[in-house]
């Protein structure tokens, strides 16, 4: 190759490397970069915001200032204002309002366009004495104000996100007013224009309703916290460690490849950032050792999205259903941990499969390889250390914080720099990863040792968050203002340490770039969250139609016509509506509106029909699909990311990846109707049983649906697999076919069969009574049975009264927060009958018929693979 050649192709990668910038700018953090004042103003007002909001997040007492007196103190309310003042005036300013809008500069009525739609969203901030004084009667300011704010709105909605959202909250706006106006089955009585803009803008039920205040308490500084480590090199060092771990295996780099985006979605909640972050390295790799253009992409784009899934952050949508379900933070990731977890080592085991039928090979390690045995006593030994640590960590604080009373915190604050000090003195001891080019061959994988080394005081903040959330059990707001706290000590010192402990000299402008990088991961932050603050403020548009309306009520009217009463057919609904406002709506936006419209409705149909589906249980199930929009085509913005990338077809890699992505499309359906995947109810021998039989099972179900187990699947044999996969997630169905759970008797015997009962005891209630509004509806309720000598005394424990009348057993009395009410019973409701359960064998015996199929179908491919295997080698053929 010449030297021209050469720099052509410097050239070029270098134009590559910027249209992807380019692309992640456009969709996450503005693609205006304003030079002059004006980008001084950009940056400055998005440094600023993250200075705001650590200010409020930070528990220190700024309510006792000297002659200030409670400068700094804001409420809810007050805070949401601020913040989407924030994220507007950004919004107008970072993003042009035409593909063809100057990029280089901020037009003149942009600014006064930013400027005003600041104004209007602090309104509630400026003159909040004023509004609470007169709740409910808005002047003609108001008015004026609040109609010149959702217009506002509405257009930064537009060139952040795009039209989708901009058009379906237009619609819901149109249905609160038009309501007299439209079809009967959707009619209602229709609101005025003062009484709109009141409720979306005056109020907390609309625009500065739950969504946004998660935005500005919760999510912004968890975004904040993946930028500051983003910018200290986290991001590189996960990568490089996936890929010495990882490379050497069959597809090595497409399974480095998973574990980096996987690792890279703690740090961005974004899926394009991580397919292009990850992606300019891992899709090339992946190329190389013979993955086609569109399976290398659709790989990168189905761990990417995925990254959203993965606790302890999950983007925004584990902070909403905190205020949604009414769940602490801690059971929201519980919950979700199984399935996301699974659904990361399927794909793993995808591009494993692709790598036996293409033959591949994975990348040379440095140095002689161990022995099987010796790398097995390794990880062992790995294990094992770090849960001595974690012991040791556990208990020694459990000792310090009784010990040292209220100056714990001071003990455990230098207990952690000291540990950061020997990690960084530890790093020092090691060269610093260069960020490989994508474009030059990586001839062998760099070694383990160092490279893990390298950055494991990037592993603190993590494990700070964590322990705050899930031993402190601190608010998500505090938990990641603390972690951000650290995160900003290491970004400032870690350079001028290790030029310290290296005795490079040069430790005050080490310092400097420390500092730079601080101030540029805070700027990064704020940008980052332009487009979420727009997003759960324009969904908070149609949550607060919803509730102005009441078409929630109606629309589960309509689902349930649709559906025809089948709660199968209902989630195959709620599934694609999922998906078709994902592909204009970002992932939070998608949850909050299908969640408030459709998860209630879920919740009902399932009690008519039998079947008591948790709430977080359906939240999980709209917000598993709305993360699939990003890959879906023919809008999937992941995929057309990832094809910038690997030069392939940008809907052929979407296809692809909406086939790899199978498992976490089946999973939501699965966890609906086994909610065991979900830890719901289930001791910790029972979480490890089920974290097992769930792997075998997804592991199963992905050779099914890639047509290959140990050789090329047959038709029948994956119609098999896929039959062991459902029996192993759903070992009840089979059972409840030969021994039904439950045995029904009539109402009237209730209170006779609660005599041979225990306390705790679930009986399952079929009612017939009145909705809220009126209508006719039969449902069953679970009800727990109280403490008593007799039938009759436990069932009054239980909250739950009975009067026969003319044959029938009607609820006389409700007990208040009583297991009745809790169950949903109320006043002269009729219970029409009465399932009890009867014995029944334990479920998990259907295991074995399972697994004995499995091992036939395992005995009849192995069979298949010998004579191949002797072919393809002429040696062992002779």
């Given amino acids: 190759m010449t030297d021209l050649d050469q720099q052509n192709k410097n050239t070029q990668t270098a134009l590559d490397e910027k249209e992807l910038q380019d692309m992640v ?51 809810d309310t007050e805070v949401r204002a601020i913040h989407l003042g924030f994220a507007t005036f950004l919004a107008f300013t970072a993003y042009p309002a035409l593909a063809h809008s100057p990029h280089h500069r901020v037009p003149l009525n942009d600014m006064i366009l930013s400027v005003v739609a600041a104004f209007c969203a602090s309104y509630i901030f400026l003159f909040y004495d004023q509004l609470v004084s007169r709740p409910g009667l808005p002047n003609t300011q108001d008015l004026v104000v609040s109609v010149a704010g959702i217009i506002l709105l509405l257009e930064a909605t537009r060139r952040t996100l795009g039209p989708p959202l901009m058009i379906v909250a237009i619609v819901f706006l149109t249905y609160s007013l038009a309501g007299p106006y439209m079809p009967d089955i959707i009619a209602h009585k229709g609101v005025t224009l003062k009484e709109l803009v ?86 090339p790799m992946m ?83 161990k022995p099987w045995h010796l790398r097995v006593i390794g990880l062992l030994t790995g294990f094992m250390v770090t849960a001595v640590i974690a012991a040791v960590v556990y208990y020694g604080i459990g000792w310090i914080k009784p010990t040292f009373g209220e100056y714990a915190g001071w003990v455990i604050a230098a207990l952690l720099t000291v540990t950061y000090l020997y990690l960084v003195r530890y790093a020092a001891a090691v060269p610093d990863l260069k960020k490989e080019s994508p474009d030059s061959p990586m001839i062998q994988l760099p070694e383990v040792g160092p490279t893990v080394k390298s950055g494991l005081h990037f592993l603190l903040p993590v494990v700070v968050l964590v322990w705050c959330l899930m031993i402190e059990r601190l608010s998500p707001g505090l938990s990641a203002f603390w972690a951000t706290v650290l995160m900003i000590f290491i970004l400032v010192t870690q350079r001028p340490l290790m030029a310290f402990f290296r005795r490079q000299g040069g430790i005050g402008t080490q310092l400097r770039r420390g500092a730079n990088e601080l101030i540029d991961g805070l700027i990064v932050g704020a940008r980052n969250m332009i487009g979420i603050g727009i997003a759960t403020a324009t969904a908070g548009i149609i949550v607060g139609a919803v509730s102005q309306t009441g078409v929630g009520s109606v629309l589960a009217d309509l689902v349930e016509i649709l559906s025809m009463g089948n709660l199968l057919l209902m989630l195959i609904l709620t599934a694609i509506l999922s998906l078709i406002l994902g592909m204009g709506l970002p992932t939070t936006a998608n949850y909050i509106v299908v969640s408030s419209l459709l998860a209630p409705v879920v919740v009902t149909l399932g009690q008519e029909s039998g079947l008591i589906v948790p709430l977080i249980a359906v939240h ?112 009840g169905f089979w059972m409840d076919q030969i021994v039904p759970p439950h045995k029904q008797i009539a109402a009237t015997e209730l209170t006779q069969a609660a005599d041979s009962m225990v306390a705790g005891t679930e009986l399952r209630l079929w009612i017939k009574g009145e909705d809220a509004v009126g209508d006719d509806r039969s449902f069953m309720a679970s009800m727990l049975l109280g403490e008593g000598e007799d039938g009759a005394s436990r069932l009054e424990s239980a909250g739950l009264g009975l009067l026969t009348k003319n044959g029938k057993t009607i609820v006389d009395s409700i007990g208040f927060d009583s297991a009745a009410e809790k169950a949903g019973l109320d006043f002269d409701q009729v219970i029409t009958a009465v399932d009890v359960p009867q014995a029944q064998p334990a479920k998990e015996w259907m295991y074995i018929p399972a697994m004995a199929i499995f091992a036939l179908i395992v005995l009849l491919q192995r069979r298949r693979k010998k004579p191949s295997a002797a072919i393809s080698n002429p040696a062992n053929a002779s």
């Fill in 198 to 283: 009141n409720h979306q803008w005056l109020t907390t039920e609309g625009v500065f309703g739950i969504a946004l205040g998660v935005s500005s308490g919760f999510v912004f500084l968890f975004v904040l916290f993946g930028a500051l480590l983003d910018k200290a090199g986290a991001g590189n060092y996960f990568i490089q460690v996936a890929f010495s771990l990882l490379g050497h295996m069959r597809g090595g780099p497409a399974k480095a490849a998973v574990v980096a985006s996987g690792l890279t979605g703690l740090i961005s909640g974004s899926s394009i950032a991580n397919v292009v972050t990850t992606g300019t390295f891992t899709i």
């Fill in 620 to 731: 999980l199930f709209v917000f598993y699909f709305g993360i699939m929009a990003d890959v879906t085509p023919p809008v999937g913005l992941a995929s057309f990311a990832a094809a910038a990338v690997s030069g392939g077809d940008p809907i052929r890699t979407g296809f692809v990846a909406f086939n790899y992505s199978m498992r976490t499309a089946v999973l939501p359906f699965l966890f609906i109707f086994n909610t065991d995947l979900l830890l719901i109810n289930v001791t910790w021998l029972q979480g490890i049983m089920v974290f097992i039989v769930a792997t075998v099972a997804i592991l199963i179900f992905t050779a099914a649906t890639q047509g290959f187990f140990i050789v090329r699947n047959r038709w029948y044999e994956s119609l098999v697999l896929i039959l062991i996969a459902f029996s192993l997630f759903r070992p």
């Fill in 25 to 75: 700018a456009a969709s996450d953090t503005g693609a205006r970069i304003p030079h002059g004042w004006q980008g001084k103003l950009l940056l400055g007002t998005a440094l600023v915001w993250s200075l705001f909001q650590l200010w409020i997040a930070s528990p220190l007492p700024f309510y006792d200032w000297p002659l200030i007196g409670s400068f700094g103190i804001f409420n």
């Fill in 287 to 369: 190329k190389r050792v013979g993955f086609s253009a569109e399976k290398a992409g659709a790989v990168e784009v189905a761990s990417s999205v995925n990254g959203q899934i993965m606790p302890p952050v999950m983007g925004a949508a584990a902070f909403l259903m905190v205020e949604y379900v009414g769940i602490s933070y801690v059971d929201v990731i519980t919950h979700a941990f199984l399935p996301a977890l699974i659904s990361y080592i399927a794909l793993v085991y995808i591009v494993h499969l692709e790598a036996l039928k293409l033959d591949m090979q994975g990348l040379p390690r440095r140095g002689a390889i």
